[in-house]
């Protein structure tokens, strides 16, 4: 039988030649038809072939895996053969998926993983809310700024970002709100934190946060059928000069960003306002991510680029809700790349990057901003 089974690579210089040699890892899962022409075709598509391994039998540590960590309490690292950009690790396992009260409104995704309405609206221009659906953004703002405030006085050297996660979950069903991040796009957990060379989307796992890191939170909460999404990076304890400058740099940038907001700007031209700020300070502004329409959806129209020179699409026009959240990195570098956990993104260069973000409104003046926490120091 085994002579019967073409070479599976992809790229087989002979044209898959019926093939005897079989990969042993997939002969010992149990996977059938793993055969190759030769060594040669096995090495070359091997990155290609592997994963198959892991989606058949998800990788367990072994102890003498070289991704357990030392500190014997069983946390490992599941993509130790990563090339990871800095010195940040993921440290796993992951915490069980934590569980939100019947009684609590969900969106759309929360069974399935698939925003499906997000889809059906795609291609639609911003929506115009009503003063009632406007009034349920403020509500739902509201709360979330409330969250994002809880999770943010708990930030100290040692406390997990699992630790955070559970705290922003447990504030989140106390207001009897949905923490919007669980499984949108099967997401696992209930916030983002994203620490360090995270430029966003980072999963709360068992590291601790070490004096000197810096961290984004970022709360998304749905409450009456409406979403309402902020954050903001903090210091954990002392960081360096850069740290502070990078941080400031983004607030600064997203705050001159609002100010211009009204009814008739363009949505592309915030862009010209935030990069200047950012490369004045040494750092660049991400251009894979962007701001979004946020209503009772979490994604939709307004697409809000960061940069200069892009090429978004409309104006502002009173009640249209959506978010301003620049990443900003250290450096010029502002590409980004991604674990293979498909969410963490990172600076490409390891280098340290922060953002903020705010959820408005444009009212007939101007622009209200409906995440606004208490004026502060930044340090
Ligand atoms: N809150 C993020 C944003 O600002 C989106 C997070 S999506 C998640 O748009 F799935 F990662 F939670
Ligand atoms: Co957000
Ligand atoms: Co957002």
Not at 302 to 318: F, L, R, S, W
């Amino acid at each position: 039988m085994s002579g019967t089974v073409a070479c599976q690579s992809a790229k087989c210089p002979n044209g898959n030649p019926p093939s005897k040699l079989e990969c042993p890892t997939c002969h010992k899962l149990g996977i059938q038809g793993s055969f190759f022409c030769g060594q040669e075709c096995f090495k070359a598509d091997w990155k290609m072939h592997k994963r198959v391994h892991d989606i058949v039998a998800p990788r367990q540590p072994l102890l003498d895996d070289p991704s357990i960590s030392k500190s014997g309490d069983g946390t490992f690292n599941p993509f130790y053969d990563h090339r990871f950009s800095g010195s940040l690790r993921p440290v796993y396992p992951l915490s069980p998926t934590r569980i939100v009260p019947e009684h609590i409104k969900r969106p759309d995704y929360a069974e399935s993983g698939v925003p499906t309405s997000e889809s059906r609206r795609a291609g639609q221009p911003p929506r115009i809310l009503t003063p009632e659906e406007q009034e349920k953004m403020r509500v739902v703002c509201k709360l979330a700024r409330e969250v994002l405030d809880i999770a943010a006085s708990h930030v100290r050297p040692g406390i997990t970002t699992d630790e955070i996660d559970a705290i922003v979950h447990e504030a989140t069903i106390e207001r009897n709100a949905y923490p919007s991040p669980l499984n949108y796009r099967n997401f696992p957990k209930s916030v983002c934190t994203s620490v360090n060379e995270a430029i966003c989307h980072g999963i709360p796992d068992q590291r601790k946060l070490q004096e000197g890191d810096i961290v984004n939170i970022d709360v998304t909460l749905y409450y009456d059928g409406f979403h309402g999404d902020l954050n903001e990076t903090y210091p954990v304890g002392r960081i360096d000069d850069d740290s502070k400058k990078l941080i400031r740099t983004a607030r600064e940038s997203l705050d001159q960003a609002i100010k211009l907001c009204k009814p008739g700007f363009l949505f592309r031209d915030l862009g010209k306002t935030i990069e200047p700020i950012a490369r004045a300070n040494g750092c660049s502004v991400v251009r894979t991510y962007t701001g979004h329409g946020i209503n009772d959806l979490f994604h939709c129209a307004p697409n809000v680029p960061h940069y200069a020179k892009n090429k978004a699409i409309g104006t502002m026009k009173p009640g249209m809700t959506f978010t301003i959240e620049p990443m900003i990195n250290l450096g010029s570098h502002w590409e980004a790349m991604h674990w293979p956990d498909s969410w963490t993104a990172t600076t490409v260069d390891g280098k340290k990057s922060a953002q903020f973000e705010e959820t408005l409104l444009i009212t007939e003046t101007g622009v209200e901003v409906l995440t606004a926490g208490k004026p502060r120091e930044l340090f």
